[in-house]
């Protein structure tokens, strides 16, 4: 699966773009990436959740992009892998704003010393990205993310991105899962990203 996914960002990268230089649209919001960055998840009852995970998006129409994100991580006596696999429609609103749909596939592997289990789904997001400055993008969302026998429940998080010119970024994210079941979890994340 790993190879899969490195693969598909690998051909994104070197697709031809149908889309503005960057993947940059009138707004000034760019979508064509690929990144890598730390993840941490913590539950309200149990062990935190550490690792790394890489992730891509490909904008091929001017409103339409797809995305994906590969995360490892560990807990105290447990492995997850995380695989997210999607796509999204954006509207320009505003001189430097999205509003932004997305929906995504999702699977979760946890491996433990008694077996392991994988929990499919779906998660699905409503977002709005603008241009704080030329430099400086902030982002916010709101959704709900349902996986079989694992997570079900809202979600919301917000974002921002640091461009230190037009290939590269440093990116930071939070978020808060609303499922008593899985914890309540709260995760962030920070990692650059290498914009085509």
């Known amino acids: 699966m790993k190879n899969v996914i490195l693969i598909t960002l690998l051909a994104a990268v070197s697709a031809p773009s149908f889309a503005q230089s960057s993947g940059a649209t009138e707004t000034g919001i760019r979508y064509n990436h690929v990144g890598v960055g730390y993840q941490n998840q913590n539950p309200s009852d149990a062990s935190a959740i550490t690792g790394y995970g890489v992730s891509g998006s490909y904008l091929f129409d001017q409103n339409a992009y797809v995305f994906g994100a590969y995360g490892m991580g560990s807990g105290s006596d447990f492995d997850v892998d995380n695989l997210s696999l999607g796509g999204g429609l954006r509207m320009g609103v505003a001189q430097n704003t999205d509003v932004v749909g997305e929906l995504s596939y999702e699977r979760t592997a946890v491996k433990a010393d008694d077996g392991k289990a994988t929990f499919t789904g779906y998660?699905?997001?409503?977002?709005?990205?603008?241009?704080?400055?030329?430099?400086?993008?902030?982002?916010?969302?709101?959704?709900?993310?349902?996986?079989?026998?694992?997570?079900?429940?809202?979600?919301?998080?917000?974002?921002?991105?640091?461009?230190?010119?037009?290939?590269?970024?440093?990116?930071?994210?939070?978020?808060?899962l609303n499922d008593s079941e899985s914890g309540n979890p709260t995760q962030y994340s920070i990692g650059v990203a290498y914009h085509f």
């Open 123 to 176: 998660k699905a997001r409503g977002i709005v990205r603008t241009m704080l400055t030329p430099d400086i993008e902030g982002s916010a969302y709101i959704g709900y993310q349902h996986q079989t026998d694992f997570v079900k429940g809202m979600l919301y998080g917000i974002g921002a991105a640091y461009y230190f010119n037009a290939d590269f970024s440093v990116r930071a994210t939070w978020q808060k």
